[in-house]
């Protein structure tokens, strides 16, 4: 069963509506490891790694350099 990668709510402030701006570390179809950094997110002015939660494929859903925002699913992990 593939595990979502989501945007996780603690990487920045609940009350900061402009989301961050999504950068792919893996290509999609990569196998990565789980705690793997797997994509970039930059918010303001801090960049901040996304790390994958289980190792396997990366299937990625999101275009690279797209606006994402807290609890969005961005990537499966087959």
């Known amino acids: 069963m593939p ?4 945007i996780p709510p603690e990487l920045w402030a609940e009350d900061d509506p402009t989301g961050a701006t999504l950068l ?6 990569a196998a990565v ?6 994509a970039e997110l ?5 960049t901040l790694e996304l790390e994958a939660p289980a190792s396997g494929r990366l299937r ?4 690279p350099d ?13």
Not at 33 to 38: N, T, V
Not at 66 to 78: E, F, K, Q, S, T
Request: proline content about 5%.
């Open 60 to 63: 990625i859903r999101t275009a």
């Open 24 to 29: 792919w570390l893996r290509e999609d179809g």
């Open 42 to 46: 930059l918010v303001e002015k801090v």
């Open 33 to 38: 490891g789980a705690g793997d950094p797997i």
């Open 66 to 78: 797209a606006v994402v925002h807290r609890g969005d699913l961005v990537a499966l992990i087959d």
């Open 3 to 6: 595990v979502p990668v989501t």
